[in-house]
């Protein structure tokens, strides 16, 4: 009797752009990519096999590199809880502390559509979580948001 393995590989269906500072850039529908003024590629990411309504979100981290093996040299990764899609990921800044801050946005699959946003610094190497917010409406502008969560601390 012979056993046969199959395994399959994963890889992102499109090359991001990499500007520093720039919005999300999508890999594949569950993934999104920035690439931060050091050099340092973010990337999030839903869990494969959860549904797209609901989950976790993967953040990773990877130091500057060759734009070609950007994925080569992990430095830190968070795993958050989401409500909802993936939607966009970007850099902002959040509040006056040194380091830069990750925004990331999921949007509810229910009717409403609601956005929920989570922040998190980069720093030294590690990320941490700085701030969230939930149910905004579907227009809204969910930095502005997590500035005034950071506020009312």
Known sequence: MQL???????????RA???PGID????????????LADGTTIVASEG??????LGSVVIA???????EFRYDNFQSGIVWPRDGA???VLAAEIDTRPGEEIVVITQSAGSGG???????RWQHGVLA???????????????????????KR
């Open 129 to 151: 979580h700085v701030a969230s917010v939930e149910e905004l409406p579907p227009t809204g502008n969910a930095v502005e948001a997590l500035i005034k969560a950071v506020q």
């Open 114 to 120: 609601y956005l929920s946003a989570v922040a998190f």
């Open 24 to 35: 999300t850039q999508q890999l594949e529908t569950r993934q999104r990519e920035i690439r």
């Open 17 to 19: 752009a990499g500007s």
């Open 48 to 53: 494969f096999v959860e549904p797209r309504s």
């Open 86 to 88: 993936l939607l966009r």
């Open 61 to 67: 981290a990877y130091g500057a590199a060759d734009p």
């Open 4 to 14: 046969t393995m199959l395994a399959v590989l994963m890889l992102p269906t499109a």
